[in-house]
């Protein structure tokens, strides 16, 4: 196995795979407190991850590049700026859930199981940003997703997880294919996958062919991973695995899976799109158009918290889908700002949507309900949930100086510079955004401010300090992120520039 | 660089308190509020300190995201200064008030440490937004203090009818900031500039982007300061409890709307239709108001009214460009509609009630109250020496030197029905016989001191017009138009002017007029039918929205049944979406 170049860029996935095996094994070995052992050991390995990361981050930001390939060229990584953006976050959530984990899970059997998954589903994402071809990219994509599968449906002695986890594995595994057929035709016709090289392949075909393969690969692509970054209509499997999922997966699904898929999405399409067919851009603005009005109408009738949570993810990835379109661009030149936004907002999301399904978590261990009507009052009761509940609901509404308002004038601003009809979309950004202030400060006045206490609510029991710690800290970053964005510019903007350069 | 720390500073001092409350708290409940008060007159003395701090130009730039180009800045020009002095001063005696108002608080269920945090934070983020120059800072703080208005107006969230106001208050500013927000960008897009002092001075013609920045700021305004048609959340936040009703809902917050407007006269004055868009909609808006408030029977809804009303004086004068007769009339409003919350709520502390059919008679009881509500009304009606007289004179002489004579026509009308209204708030809780069998008597030092000031500060914050003006001319950049008036010359113009002898002149008549009729008047507004009702229920705004409202509502479960739950519609989802993505993309390369 001829390898070539510097190794340092397969030690995050390295770490995470021996993490899983090893979070898995220790269990076994120790035989009590299992949920310690395998989050504690699943924490570390997390740690370890983002040590590399970060260590690596000066060297990458600079321009560095480093890559290392396997079989003779035939496998290639290479941590480029995007990649190390994607890792961090979701290393870093990753920690964050293994250490919330530990108690929230505590009653379940097979705990042992979930962090072996959990930090597979974290190796998939991190090998997602470093495959630099089409098919390695896929099949990381796959084992993000497969083990996302079983996490969805880990509390397997109650129906919902069950049907969730069932209705998320075929309507996934039907994008699967849908993709694979894309990334086939592309292969046929460009003769590689790899993304540095599809554009010199398609150019030497017959042009007619070009059009076709590019329109006809790109869009089965973008069908493909669409399902996964849950683009309206292919969003149906969203509301139920995010609320069915024990809350820790949840927050990692809203937090960073869907935008792993994203970032797959835009990773495929770019070597088609800088040969300028057509307009992608113009194809993923509509889309999340669409997306945000059917996440925030949705969200506005329901009567559970980790639904209405979920529905408003489908919305908040329409924000980061119009950011990234704004940056391809729409029918003209794109704006690298567009892209900083739509990266600041993932950033953002991961912590504001992440610590807003913490709460719910805690909600949930504390009376044992996501019922609205049940959990009345219980943020008042309990200070520890009701006040990082607020901040992240407010967030998630565009309020300043919190990060989600940061990100989306980062993407708004895109909007005005971008040739084209980009200010209506912002405006179609805007009004959502006032909608769905509709269902998130009616929910903080439920949790919160509400005058009868819901029926469970006596009877609640208290959060462990594990769980609260970690959501005061995602409280934190939502915050700090706000008022001093350049905190978060530090791996978004390197990020943006390189994309930025990617499609131009 | 003094002066900047002290901007800084008044910003920062009132948060800190906020931050830092929780401490208090923690020791004894009531010292919350004596800490609170302490932080506001810090507040106040350097927000006044600010006074002989005046200047023109930029302080402080901060360069706060290098990686894009935004960066923020203070302004302390006298347009700023102004109103942050009005903040902080009110500010301060509100939190001095609110130590024996709110002392029952506590023993209801309420924290102390929720309502003093949030004014703490509401009053330094409201003085941030006049003193910052970046147009980002600004919406920031905006923001910031929408949603101190919603948690004060929930604060006594156990009332299912503050909660709705509360979020109705926030629901409904939201939709104006969605205009601030496009300003914004549309501004940077046509300008690559976040501060409104570089861009004033820049001066850009008139172009699609900057209309839309200049409708944007005026659709902010309109939901921030009440205006039509975003009026309807004003009368419902008076769920409040008075303090802040006197405090943010007519001395400082709902100004910000129209203080943005003068702000940004200079830059959109230049696009066609935006300074007459401006004036209509506050005319309108001024007139409009006043007929509501005459047949409200809650005191305090009837005030939300009529600051409403004023607002859209203040908001005409900024649309005429009459930079200092808006500011001056901006405080002399803020003092006098201060004071009238503050005598409204040692009136509504005793009565129990804030139905005004329900009180009466309490001239008597309550003698010092009596007088200083005497006061705040004669200037809100606009009675010689009292300041509102020469605020609201100098700013239909400016409007009407503007151009605007049918502006002119309506706002004197209003002042009319100004006048009507504003007696009718008196006599039929200070007059005529006792309504209500509880025992009332003036309020204790906490709360007579700040009237007492407040009605001090009604009589002759006017004779300083010579000072306030010559800071706006002297601070202000030429394009404002701001210039020097001296006592002597305001005398003149209000006192020689023909249009003031006719206004008074026709209020005097008018005033004869009510009160020979006013029997038959106060009978006519009871009722529940005619012209009577369709004021009392706000020419049915209110219900407009909630049908609007429920109408998104129904939408929204209309499209959830697309979510069937089950996979093969789902899967037939991904189908249909398959094939309207290759249809676009087929059309993309058509018209490539």
Known sequence: MALVGSITVLYPILILLLGALLSYALAHVVKRSANYVSGTAAAVASVCAIYVLLSLLQRVTNGEVLSVSLFSGGIQFALNPLALFLSLVGTSLTFIVCIYSIRYMEDATGVEKFYALLLLMAAGIVGIGLAQDIFDMYVFFELMTVASFALVAFEKQRWEPVEAGTKYGVMSAVGSVIALFGISTIFLYAGTLQFDRIGTGLSAIAPEAITTTIIVGGGLMIVGFGVKTAMVPFHTWLPDAHSAAPSGISAMLSGIVIQAGLVALIKAIQPLAVLEVTSFGLTLALFASVSMFVGNLIALKQRDLKRMLAYSSIAQMGYILLGFAFGIGIGGKGVALGFIGGLYLILGHAFMKGGAFLCAGAIIYAIGTRDFEEMKGVGRLLPSIGVPYTVFALALSGLPPMVGFVSELFICTAGVDVTGWGLVFVVILLINVVISVGYYVPSINTIVFSKEMGTKVHDARSVPPLMVGTIVLMTAITLVLGIYPQIGMVIAKPAADYLFRLFS | ?592
């Open chain 2, 1 to 592: 660089m003094f002066a900047g720390e002290i901007g800084v500073g008044a910003i920062l001092c009132p948060i800190a308190g906020a931050i830092l409350a929780p401490l208090a708290y923690a020791v004894r409940r009531k010292m919350v509020a004596w800490f609170a008060v302490f932080f506001a007159l810090m507040t106040c003395t350097l927000s006044l300190l600010l006074l002989t701090n005046i200047q023109s130009g930029v302080l402080l730039t901060y360069n706060w995201i290098p990686s894009i180009g935004f960066s923020i800045a203070l302004n302390l020009d006298a347009l700023g200064v102004y109103v942050a002095a009005v903040a902080g001063s009110i500010g301060f005696l509100v939190m001095l008030y609110s130590v024996r108002y709110m002392e029952h608080a506590e023993i209801e269920g309420y924290s102390l440490l929720r309502y003093y945090g949030l004014t703490l934070l509401f009053v330094g983020s409201m003085i941030g937004l006049v003193l910052s120059d970046s147009i980002i800072l600004v919406y920031i703080f905006w923001e910031l203090v929408g949603f101190c208005s919603y948690a004060l107006i929930s604060y006594y969230y156990k009332d299912p009818k503050a909660l709705r106001a509360g979020t109705k208050a926030f629901v409904v500013t939201r939709i104006g900031d969605v205009g601030l927000f496009i300003a914004i960008v549309a501004l940077w897009g046509s300008t690559h500039s976040t501060s409104l002092a570089a861009i004033v001075n820049l001066a850009p013609a008139d172009s699609t982007l900057l209309t839309i920045a200049g409708f944007g700021v005026l659709l902010a305004a309109i939901g921030k300061s009440a205006q039509f048609p975003l009026h309807v959340w004003l009368p419902d936040a008076m769920e409040a409890p008075t303090t802040i009703s006197a405090l943010i809902h007519a001395a400082t917050m709902v100004n910000a709307g129209v203080y943005l407007v003068a702000r940004t006269y200079p830059i959109f004055s230049v696009v066609p239709s935006w300074p007459m868009a401006v004036v209509i909609i506050g005319t309108f808006t001024a007139l409009f108001a006043a007929t509501m408030a005459l047949a409200e029977p809650d005191l305090k809804r009837a005030l939300a009214l009529s600051t409403i009303s004023q607002l859209g004086i203040m908001l005409s004068a900024a649309g005429a460009g009459a930079i200092v007769a808006f500011e001056f009339h901006l405080v002399s409003h803020a003092i006098f509609k201060g004071l009238l919350f503050l005598c409204a709520g040692v009136v509504i502390r005793s009565v129990h009630t804030r139905n005004m059919y329900e009180m009466g008679g309490l001239a008597n009881h309550m003698k010092i109250t009596n007088v200083t509500f005497i006061i705040g009304t004669l200037a809100l009606v606009g009675i010689p020496i009292f300041n509102g007289f020469w605020s609201k004179e100098l700013v239909l002489d400016s409007i009407n030197g503007a151009g605007y004579l049918g502006a002119t026509g309506v706002l004197i009308i209003t002042s009319f029905l100004t006048a009507v209204y504003s007696w009718r708030m008196y006599y039929l809780v200070f007059l005529g016989k006792k309504r209500t069998p509880l025992e009332v008597r003036d309020p204790p030092y906490e709360m007579r001191t700040p009237l007492i000031i407040l009605s001090i500060a009604t009589l002759v914050s006017w004779i300083f017009i010579s000072q306030f003006s010559s800071g706006l001319a002297y601070s202000l950049p030429s394009s404002y138009g701001a210039e020097l008036l001296t006592v002597r010359e305001t005398i003149e113009i209000v006192l020689l002017s023909p249009l003031v002898v006719v206004s008074i002149g026709s209020l005097c008549i008018i005033a004869w007029l009510a009160f020979v009729f006013k029997d038959r008047m106060m009978q006519f507004l009871k009722e529940d039918r005619g012209l009577a009702k369709a004021l009392k229920h706000g020419y049915w705004f209110d219900d407009l929205y909630r049908v609007a409202s429920r109408g998104l509502f129904f939408v929204g479960r209309e499209v959830s049944y697309t979510q069937t739950g089950d996979v093969n519609y789902n899967l037939a989802g991904i189908v249909l979406g398959g094939i309207v993505i290759l249809l676009i993309l087929i059309l993309g390369n058509m018209g490539w």
